[in-house]
């Protein structure tokens, strides 16, 4: 059965908020589109290739200038009238907290950058790998419940119990991140330091993506009855 109270297009089905539902869609996409550069990232690094992670960072860039203009694209429709108001502050709300997502994906790899002619301990990088993968999955995963809030999806709190669970494992992969790099005293203590960065930007991935969750779940119950 559909919630026909999580229907927010229809129930608002103006042509300024289709546009805005799908400049979302198209938002989402190029978070999803960015996965694939961002794995290669992980591969890159792992093999010691920086010309390659420098090229598929600036893959990564280029859609997170187009996340940029695509937010700025919904902010306008939201202040010229899109949604009632009340939901129009939790939409641009969402708005800011999924651009952050591409956001930390950028930082963390232009973080990346700098571990050139380090020496990063073969597990930190094994770990890295994992929370690439981790944050790949909660991106995949925004982009289902994106399109469950607006379709009236009955599986959208199911969906976001399994995003809400990718924070908290990537929070879990960056303390191991710790527990190696602040206990190698053989390790420079820049490497350290760019290491710890690499870590912070992948976990906050996971942290974009929470305040996402929860931006939508707030939205489901400004539709409940």
């Known amino acids: 059965m559909r919630f026909k109270w999580l229907r927010i297009l229809p129930i608002f089905g103006r ?14 996409k190029e978070i999803v ?20 992670v420098a090229e598929f960072s600036g893959k990564i860039r280029e859609q997170e200038h187009k ?21 129009r502050t939790r939409l641009y709300d969402l708005t800011d907290s999924i651009d952050s997502v591409i956001d930390s994906v950028q930082d963390s790899v232009d973080r990346m950058v700098y571990l050139e002619h380090k020496k990063v301990p073969p597990k930190v990088l094994d770990i890295y790998i994992k929370m690439i993968d981790e ?12 399109d469950n809030l607006f379709s009236g999806s009955p599986d959208l709190m199911a969906n976001i119990k399994k995003a809400n669970l990718v924070e908290h494992n990537l929070d879990k992969l960056k303390k191991d991140v710790l527990d190696i790099i602040l206990f190698d005293k053989k390790m420079h203590p820049v490497c350290v330091l760019v290491c710890w960065k690499v870590s912070k930007f992948l976990e906050e991935i996971g942290d974009s993506i929470e305040r996402c969750c929860d931006d939508v779940a707030i939205l489901r119950l400004m539709r409940q009855p």
């Open 15 to 28: 042509n300024m908020e289709k546009e805005t539902v799908e400049l979302f869609k198209q938002m989402l």
């Open 67 to 87: 996340c940029d203009k695509l937010r700025r694209q919904i902010s306008q429709n939201l202040y010229i009238g899109a949604f009632m108001p009340a939901m």
């Open 33 to 52: 589109d960015a996965r694939a550069p961002f794995k290669e990232v992980g591969k890159a690094l792992k093999k010691g290739d920086f010309k390659n």
């Open 135 to 146: 944050a790949c999955r909660g991106m995949a995963f925004l982009s289902i419940i994106i």
